[in-house]
């Protein structure tokens, strides 16, 4: 039951108890009057005994009846507080949990930003170098605005030479991974992986080839590259290099080669970085453990 229902029970109860005891101490008195000639004064006086206990216990129930309201209340008064401290309580909770949490963001934020003053960062161009039209065993080079009847290119292949650079840009060596492309690239390297250092690069070239008409359709061609800091593995770098080559466009039955700046498009490379000493330090710490125990390994002085 609500506070205003109590209050309202026991504003409707007053009244009424009142009345009752009006009633009934004038009934008393009538009856009193009426039988007091009849009965005799000892009957006369027990029915006012009587009318009088009522009264009183009119008067108790009236009496009880507020008591009773106001410890309702007081009740929901006390409830009602407790609640507001129960919701303030979590809110401090909540508060605490954030603090907490940006906290850490903030202590990881900072811990990143230092392995990243002392990491490897590879950065990756792509452009053409050259343009050539191959017909059985001979070969052509083709120039900007060339035009080649569409007949003529059923039987032959359009070939875009591509020079993929790597460097590393970053302050410590990087251990690199090729990984597998929609065209090999030939960088000089005999071994996979291999180290670069700070400041070093490589080039290779890549062969990108158009059979028949599909030399005027684009082709998307991708590089992937995965590289870790050499250091203690402080980074794990996922490079991918996405592009679209278009050597030639087709109209009124001739394909013509595009100027050699624009065959091939692209946003340029993109990193993705990981920590995996911050992210998976235990894995990490078991891994070190493991290879500096192996034969011929000695801990770093």
């Known amino acids: ?38 009965l005799g004064w000892f009957s006369a006086s027990a029915t006012f005994g009587t009318a009088l206990g009522t009264v009183g216990l009119a008067l108790y129930t009236y009496l009880l009846a507020r008591h009773t309201d106001r410890s309702v209340g007081n009740a929901e008064r006390l409830t009602n507080l407790s609640i507001d401290q129960l919701e303030e309580v979590r809110k401090q ?35 053409t170098s050259r343009v050539g039209l191959v017909q059985g065993s001979e070969r052509t080079r083709l120039h900007e605005a060339t035009e080649i009847a569409e007949r003529d290119l059923d039987h032959a292949t359009i070939e875009v030479a591509l020079d993929v650079t790597i460097e590393n840009v970053g302050a410590s060596p990087a251990i690199v991974t090729l990984g597998d492309t929609s065209s090999s690239v030939a960088f000089d390297r005999d071994t996979n992986p291999f180290v670069l250092v700070p400041g070093g ?99 770093p002085a």
């Open 1 to 38: 039951m609500t506070r205003e229902e109590s209050t309202g029970r026991a504003a409707a109860v007053r009244p009424a108890l009142l009345a009752l005891a009006l009633l009934l101490v004038g009934g008393a008195g009538a009856a009193i009057a009426a039988k007091a000639q009849a």
């Open 201 to 299: 690069g490589d080039h290779g070239p890549m062969t990108v080839r158009f059979y028949g008409r599909k030399a005027t359709e684009q082709k998307i061609i991708s590089i992937p590259i995965t590289y870790v800091g050499s250091l203690h593995g402080e980074v794990f770098d996922r490079l991918q290099w996405n592009g679209i080559i278009l050597p030639a466009t087709a109209r009124d039955g001739f394909a013509t080669i595009r100027p050699i700046p624009v065959i091939v498009s692209s946003s340029g490379a993109q990193v993705v970085r990981s920590y995996p000493n911050l992210e998976r330090p235990e894995e990490m710490a078991e891994a070190r453990a493991r290879f500096l125990e192996a034969p011929g390994r000695e801990a």
């Open 93 to 127: 909770g909540r508060l605490i949990e954030e603090q907490v949490r940006v906290a850490n963001q903030q202590t990881l934020e900072t811990a990143k930003a230092r392995i990243d003053a002392i990491s490897p960062l590879l950065t990756l161009v792509v452009a």
